[in-house]
Structures are given as structure tokens and as C-alpha cells.
């Protein structure tokens, strides 16, 4: 083999790890997209900058729904980015339930609360969750919605 082609060789086989390279980092690694926590994870440390989702299960259909509520995070430190719906089967059953991925950017340093409020069908009908609540004839204990809370620190 001869020098020339050697380096020739060389080049182009430079060039080929260089484009895997590239595509490796551009096919979705999940290296530039936002950290997910699930309802337990209730301590969350973000970066400036940096996204992250808080992913609650929903199923509309049973009147279960997820609200982010008072009091608001600090938007000096964090901010609502995005609301999306993942159904559980691709949509392909109805009332099938799924997750609700609440999205957030962290602003700035410090620490914040993110207050979310499950408000479901025997909860549906209480002031927090925007119902009327009435009073019945005969009382009985109306249920109130659940309330998690998730501590930030952005550094």
C-alpha cells in the first residue's frame, strides 16, 4: 500500500466516524430532551436552562384531570413549558386513559414549588376542582381532591 491511498484511507474513514458521529447525536438519544419524573418523584433539581416533565396518569373520560394550581411556581425560576396527552394504546381504545406530561424550563436559580391538583370524578364537584359544590339534604363528606407538591431547585 502506498502512502497516498494510506492517507486516503484515512480520510475516509475519518469522514465515515465523523457523519456516525453526527447521526448518533441527531437520532434522538434523548440527550437534549427534557428529564421526565413520575408522580413519586416529588424532589426535582433542574439546571438553567435545562427542560424536565412531570408525568401524571389521566383518563378524561372518568372526569380525572390534572391542574397545576396555587400556589404558582416562581416563574424567576421555573416556567411552564408545554401540556401534552400520551394515550396508554396509541388512542386505538376509548377511555382508554393515559399520561398527561406537564413540561417545564428552569429560568433561574433557586428553589420553587410546582402544586399539582388530581381532581376526579367524586372530587369533580368541589370548589377547587371548579365545581359548585352544593349542599344535599342529608350531608355527606365530600372527598377532597388530592394535592402533590414538588419541590425545585434550580442551580
Not at 434523548?30 to 412531570?54: K, M
Not at 373520560?61 to 416563574?75: C, G, I, K, Y
Not at 391538583?117 to 388530592?146: I, K, V
Request: aromatic share 4%; glycine share 10%; hydrophobic share 35%.
Amino acid at each position: 500500500m502506498t502512502a497516498r491511498s494510506s492517507r486516503g484511507t484515512r480520510a475516509v474513514a475519518a469522514a465515515l466516524c465523523t457523519v456516525t458521529l453526527v447521526a448518533g447525536c441527531a437520532s434522538g438519544s434523548g440527550a437534549d430532551g427534557p428529564t421526565r419524573h413520575p408522580t413519586q418523584d416529588l424532589s426535582i433539581t433542574a439546571e438553567v436552562g435545562e427542560r424536565f416533565t412531570l408525568s401524571v396518569p389521566e383518563n378524561a373520560s372518568t372526569r380525572e384531570h390534572w391542574f397545576v394550581v396555587a400556589p404558582q411556581p416562581d416563574a424567576s425560576v421555573v416556567r411552564a413549558a408545554d401540556r401534552t396527552y400520551e394515550p396508554a394504546d396509541d388512542g386505538k381504545s376509548v377511555g382508554g386513559g393515559g399520561t398527561l406530561v406537564l413540561t417545564f424550563e428552569a429560568t433561574g436559580r433557586g428553589s420553587t414549588r410546582i402544586v399539582l391538583l388530581h381532581c376526579t370524578f367524586p372530587t369533580a364537584e368541589t370548589a377547587a376542582c371548579g365545581g359548585a359544590a352544593s349542599p344535599s339534604p342529608s350531608p355527606s363528606p365530600t372527598a377532597e381532591p388530592e394535592r402533590v407538591t414538588y419541590g425545585v431547585t434550580v442551580r
